[in-house]
C-alpha cells in the first residue's frame, strides 16, 4: 500500500477525452498510474481541480504540498488555466516556461506546460511537445521526422533538437466521423480490421490521390453488391484516410528517418502504411516517453527550487 509520504510528484497528461496521472517517488519509481474520463472537453474551468484531486487526493500529504506537473489540454484557453504557446523553430518548453495555477487545495503545486504553435501555416499542439522533450531526452540533437498519431495526428521536422515546424492531421477524427455519422458505418466492424485491404487502400490513394473522394462511396457499395466483409470495409476506409494524409505530407516531411510515438493500434496502421511507401519507421511507446518528458520537466523543477 503506497503511503503519503512516499510521493514525491505528480505527472499528469490531461487530454480532450480523458486524464491520466502518474505519482512518482524521489528514485522515480511509479507508485500510482490512474485515469478518469474527465478530459478537458467536459470540464469547465473549477472542475478541473476536483477532477484531479478525485485520482490523487488519497496520497497527497496531510502537510506540505506536492508539485503536479501538467502537459496537454488543461493549458488550453478552455481548459484549467491557460498556458500561452511558444512559437516555433524553439527547443520544446521547460518548466521555466509552465503556467502555475493557484489551487483552493494547499497540497496542490500544479505547473502546466505550453504548447507549441506555428503561424504559417497556422498549427498549433499541446501534449505532443512534451512527447517530444520526451523523446530527445533519449536521442539529444536528433534531426528527421516523428510522427505522433492519435485523433489529431502531428507530424514534426526536428533539426539538432529544435522544433522546426509541423502539421496536423484530423485523420482519427475524420475516420471517426465516417464510421459513426456516414451512410458507411452501415458496412463497417466496430472490432475486426482487414490488413490486405487496408494496404491496398493505401497503395490506391498514394498512387493516384484525385481518386479519394469516389473511392470513399464504393466502400458502401461493395459492401451491399460486391460481397466485401465489414472488416475489409474498415481497413479499407482507414488505408483510404491513411494513405491521403500520406500523400498530402510526403513531399513536405523526410519520411526516410521517422520515429512514430504511439501506444494504441493506430500507431500501427501508420507503421504499415509507412512500410508501403518503402519506409520502415521506428515504433516507440508514447506513454513512456510522456512520462519521460514530464519527468525532464519535473527535474528542471527540482533544480530550480532546491
Not at 498514394?206 to 472488416?231: N, W, Y
Request: hydrophobic share 40%; aromatic share 6%; with cysteine.
Amino acid at each position: 500500500m503506497t503511503t503519503q509520504t512516499e510521493i514525491s510528484w505528480i505527472a499528469a497528461d490531461w487530454g480532450t477525452t480523458n486524464l491520466r496521472v502518474w505519482a512518482l517517488s524521489n528514485t522515480g519509481d511509479i507508485l500510482i498510474h490512474r485515469g478518469s474520463d474527465r478530459g478537458m472537453g467536459k470540464l469547465s474551468p473549477a472542475e478541473f481541480e476536483p477532477a484531479l484531486l478525485d485520482l490523487i487526493a488519497d496520497v497527497l500529504p496531510t502537510q506540505g504540498n506536492v508539485p503536479v506537473i501538467v502537459c496537454g489540454m488543461a493549458g488550453s484557453r478552455q481548459g484549467w488555466a491557460e498556458a500561452p504557446y511558444m512559437s516555433v523553430p524553439c527547443a520544446p518548453p521547460s518548466i521555466a516556461d509552465a503556467t502555475r495555477v493557484k489551487t483552493s487545495d494547499p497540497r496542490l503545486d500544479v505547473h502546466i506546460l505550453p504548447g507549441l504553435k506555428q503561424v504559417s501555416p497556422a498549427d498549433v499542439m499541446r501534449g505532443e511537445e512534451t512527447q517530444i522533450a520526451g523523446y530527445l531526452a533519449d536521442q539529444p540533437g536528433f534531426s528527421g521526422t516523428l510522427c505522433l498519431p492519435g485523433t489529431h495526428t502531428k507530424w514534426v521536422t526536428l533539426k539538432s533538437g529544435t522544433v522546426e515546424r509541423f502539421r496536423t492531421c484530423m485523420t482519427g477524427e475524420t475516420f471517426a466521423l465516417y464510421r459513426h455519422r456516414s451512410v458507411l458505418r452501415h458496412g463497417l466492424s466496430e472490432t475486426e480490421f482487414d490488413t490486405a485491404a487496408f494496404r491496398e487502400a493505401v497503395l490506391r490513394v498514394l498512387q493516384d490521390p484525385k481518386v479519394f473522394a469516389s473511392e470513399l462511396f464504393g466502400i458502401r457499395a461493395a459492401s451491399l453488391v460486391a460481397g466485401q466483409t465489414p472488416a475489409q470495409a474498415t481497413g479499407r476506409l482507414s488505408g483510404l484516410l491513411i494513405g491521403a494524409e500520406l500523400a498530402s505530407i510526403r513531399d513536405e516531411f523526410d519520411l526516410a528517418d521517422v520515429a512514430i510515438l504511439g501506444s494504441s493500434k493506430i500507431a500501427g496502421t501508420y507503421h504499415a502504411a509507412l512500410q508501403c511507401l518503402g519506409k520502415d519507421a521506428r515504433l516507440l511507446d508514447a506513454d513512456s516517453i510522456t512520462l519521460r518528458g514530464l519527468t525532464l520537466a519535473f527535474s528542471c523543477y527540482a533544480r530550480e527550487t532546491s
